[in-house]
């Protein structure tokens, strides 16, 4: 084939796909060109995504108004602004749709370059118009299900093999989704709110990123929502929803210690989003044998005291099945803590903390002779307390191979 007819069809190919992705308005509703234009901004379409309405309550019994004062509904959303409006221009748009059987929910003619919306059914399957003041922009809005597909297999009782290019077993991505970055890092961890309404703490001995494109028509709301579904029905607990859509979850059964935090990133131009999920228990050996030494976060304690909390289990579990797994192996018990208090302090309490893990593993069946214990207080930093995050990773229990000098 002639080389450039070859170039010529991949281009011709290329804008076809790209014409194939643009999006179009639903066909019942009056095209651009009969009487309105949209500005240079164009279309928005998202398959499935969370829309405030401005209606009647009447049309929506047993709906909720939200802080602002709307009600929200969900489906497909498709919005645009309108090119320099004039009366005629609303009217375009309003009397076909009123022809179909739409009828005003909220404001009337009159009122639409302000604030108005009209109505076409109820329920699932209901047609929204939305006229909104702020730039002349029009939201329609067909309620209904969310058609993005998501099936999870919940972590297996043995950590997983997977490459730093591959998919996360437990955690793929939605129907259509494009892997498009992805790191496995081994000696990092992940921040989480573990209550759901405080502040997050680091967890995790190590973890695997993975952002993914796609498929179009994505929102931040259907990511969190399709991930929510699909993550409680592979048994996972604690979901917690955070600004912005993102999510975290844990996975504490057969002996897993797995947290998973979900980012979206959508823009009107991009479909992607970030998992990233840190397993306790992966790689506890092959670090302590390689470096002597291993950090364990989620091992959590009441605030200024040596008491373990309920939730620092999971990761005690991790230990305990290390140390189970090689009769020989024995460790020191590390307290760190951040720079924040009295360095005797910080010293003493990072003492007792450390005392305490080791009395929980001798409780759970580990000989009091394979273990040590020492506090360093905020001797030992393993990056600058100058953050936030910085502290929660000073925060720390470590093990230290007992045979290392």
Known sequence: MNRWLWLALVVLASHARAEAERPQLPSWFPPPGAGYAMNAKGLVFRAYDEFNLAVDPKLLPGAKRNSGGYFPVHGK????????????????????LQKQGFRFSKGDVKSAPASASLVKGEGDGALYVQF????????????GPDPFKLSMTPPAPQPERFGPKDDIPYARP????????????????????????????????????RRYEGPTGLSDYAIQQTYEDALRAAGWEQLCEGGSHTLAAHYTKDGRDIWLKLRPGVSEQRFNYEITVSDAGSGLRAELEKSCRVAIYG??????????????????NQVLALMKEDA????????????????????????????????????????????????????????????????????RVELKRADCK
Do not use: M
């Open 77 to 96: 959303v498709w919005r645009f602004d309108l090119e320099k409006p004039s009366p005629g221009t609303w009217a375009a748009i309003i009397e076909p």
């Open 132 to 143: 909104t003041q702020c730039c002349n922009s029009v939201a329609i809005v067909e309620t």
């Open 174 to 209: 939605i129907e259509g989704g494009r892997l498009a970055d992805a790191k496995n890092d081994v000696h990092n961890n992940i921040f989480v709110d573990p209550k759901c309404n405080s502040k997050s703490e680091a967890f995790g001995t190590q973890y695997s990123w």
């Open 299 to 316: 091992v959590n304690f009441d605030f200024d005291k040596a008491t373990l909390r309920p939730d620092a289990e999971p990761a005690l």
């Open 328 to 395: 020989k192996l024995a460790v020191e018990v590390g307290g760190h803590t951040d720079n924040v208090g009295k360095p005797d302090y910080n010293a003493r309490l990072s003492d007792e903390r450390a005392v305490a893990v080791v009395q929980w593993l001798v409780q759970h069946g580990v000989a009091k002779a394979r273990l040590g214990s020492h506090g360093y207080g905020d001797t030992q930093p393993l990056v600058q307390n100058s953050t936030d995050e910085n502290r929660a990773r000073n925060r």
